[in-house]
Every structure is written in structure tokens, then in C-alpha cells.
Nanobody, 129 residues
């Protein structure tokens, strides 16, 4: 069982930056691949970024590539999402997710919310124009 708690959301102007954190409970954090998803009002939850258990592999949605960076600190049981050059279309509730074992191969499978076992409660990010 893993419990995830996100923090770091808020209101920022376009072009600004935020860093989201996701703290995980339990001693087995290292056994989980981690990901960030987001959901805007009236839209489906969409994949943002994922990272393997040791941080050796990272994956991004095309819409955030070059602007967002996912990282993890296994000693602190925490995964981060550094968001730079934010745009109004990045406005959404951001969710942290954990998947037991390895990330699945291919963007379609990695981006499927049902492939992740545990979810946080979400943190709101609002980007004003």
C-alpha cells in the first residue's frame, strides 16, 4: 500500500514556474515507477510525465517536453515535477501516480491511467494569461 500526497500547486502568471512535489508513504517507494497526470475541467485525465524506479528513464507528453522535468529522490520518498514556461493551457489539477514495478513500454500504455495502482488527491495549478 502506498499513500501519495501532492503539494506545490498554486496560481502563477504565464511564463512562470512551479515545482510540484509528491511524498509517498511506506518503505517500498523504490519499487514503484512514478508519474504525473493532469485533468482540466471537462477533460479526461492526461499523462504528463513518468519516471522509472531509479530515475534512469523519463518520459514526457509532447505538450510539456522541454518545459517540464520529472525527477525523484528515493531517499526522501518524493517525486517532483519542475514546470517552467507555464502556459494557460497547463491549468489543471495535477495528480501523482504510482505503478508497482516497471513502466510499460510505449507511450500509449505508459499514459493510460488504469495502469497505475495508486493516486494522490491532486493539487491545483492555475496559469493566468
Amino acid at each position: 500500500q502506498v499513500q501519495l500526497v501532492e503539494s506545490g500547486g498554486g496560481l502563477v502568471q504565464a511564463g512562470g514556474s512551479l515545482r510540484l512535489s509528491c511524498a509517498a508513504s511506506g518503505r517500498t517507494f523504490i519499487k514503484y515507477a512514478m508519474a504525473w497526470f493532469r485533468q482540466a475541467p471537462g477533460k479526461e485525465r492526461e499523462f504528463v510525465a513518468a519516471i522509472s524506479w531509479n530515475g534512469g528513464s523519463t518520459y514526457y507528453a509532447e505538450s510539456v517536453k522541454g518545459r517540464f522535468t520529472i525527477s525523484r529522490d528515493n531517499a526522501k520518498n518524493t517525486v517532483y515535477l519542475q514546470m517552467n514556461s507555464l502556459k494557460p493551457e497547463d491549468t489543471a489539477v495535477y495528480y501523482c501516480a504510482a505503478r508497482a514495478g516497471a513502466l510499460l513500454p510505449g507511450a500509449v500504455l505508459r499514459g493510460r491511467p488504469t495502469e497505475y495502482n495508486y493516486w494522490g488527491q491532486g493539487t491545483q495549478v492555475t496559469v493566468s494569461s
